[in-house]
């Protein structure tokens, strides 16, 4: 139980690696504030969850675009559990388009789900975590804060951006016993990457195969998709205390994409 009395907020975790993230930790004995759109099943996946592994669990609909409702994420976390030892910044949305045609309404909402929320939770967090001197935060980026692709323009930035957030804060944090880190995951099968093949199929004028296999696998060497267990197994990590000298760094779970 390498997580047991802590607790964590998991942002955008209904769903996906989020979720999958949320199991895991639960698994190591730790409290859970899930986070995520309102939708019907959400008090399914608390209850489901709390009953599964025996854990405290909430649900927070805080909307990760609006920096208020970030903020106050973290606060009723506090209140709720005294602490929020881990914080895993990992709501994210994607939208496929080139730049002369990227909607500013999408650049906008990219930048402030992928980036700004987790800059704010970050914030907020930090001056608990000091005064407990114990403190983990975990971004989920992507090998695109490492590389590109074509027609993600927001996306690829708002990713490194949360990279040089990090590495930022490690240095400013690094003698307060809190550690900040990224994980990069290569191509994970989700609904975020379902949705994107109809635009990927329009904006390549491809079949679906096509984008699974020479767009999406294309740079993924081990010609599979990394599971949702292979990056929740990197976060329980992280979050360990045998992780403590891991901070300002990126591990990428990402079947060696970025290594060509
Ligand atoms: P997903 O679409 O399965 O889940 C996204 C989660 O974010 C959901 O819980 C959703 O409710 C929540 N969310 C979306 N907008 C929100 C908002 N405004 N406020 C609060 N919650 C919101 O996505 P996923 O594939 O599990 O992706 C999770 C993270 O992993 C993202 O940051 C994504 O960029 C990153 N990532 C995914 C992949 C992949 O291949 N799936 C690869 C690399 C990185």
């Known amino acids: 139980m390498a997580l047991k009395n802590r607790t964590a907020v998991i942002t955008g975790s209904t769903s996906g690696i989020g979720l999958g993230i949320a199991k895991a930790f639960a698994a190591e004995g730790c409290s859970i504030v899930l986070n995520g759109l309102p939708t019907p099943d959400c008090e399914a996946i608390r209850a489901g969850l709390a009953a599964e592994f025996g854990v405290k669990a909430l649900f927070d609909p805080a909307d990760m675009a609006k920096t208020a409702e970030v903020r106050g994420l973290i606060k009723r976390a506090e209140a709720a559990f005294g602490a929020v030892d881990i914080l895993v910044n990992n709501a994210g949305i994607q939208h496929v388009a080139p730049i002369e045609d990227f909607p500013e ?35 989920i980026t992507s090998a695109h804060s490492l590389v590109a692709s074509p027609f993600k323009s927001a996306y690829v930035a708002s990713k490194h951006a949360v990279a040089g957030m990090a590495k930022t804060v490690a240095l400013e944090v690094a003698t307060d016993g809190i550690t900040i880190n990224c994980i990069a995951p290569g191509y994970v099968w989700t609904p975020l990457v379902e949705k994107q093949i109809p635009d990927t199929m329009a904006a390549r004028g491809m079949t679906m195969d096509q984008v699974i296999n020479e767009v999406l696998l294309k740079a993924q060497p081990t010609k599979r998709f990394v599971s949702i267990e ?7 990590f992280l979050a360990s205390d045998a992780a403590a000298s891991v901070t300002g760094t990126t591990l990428s779970v990402d079947g060696g994409w970025t290594a060509a």
């Open 105 to 139: 309404d999408k650049l906008d909402l990219i930048m402030r789900i992928n980036f700004y929320a987790g800059y704010h939770a970050t914030a907020a967090v930090i001056a608990g975590m000091k005064a407990r001197k114990w403190g983990r935060i975990i971004n």
């Open 230 to 236: 292979e990056v929740a197994a990197t976060a329980v």
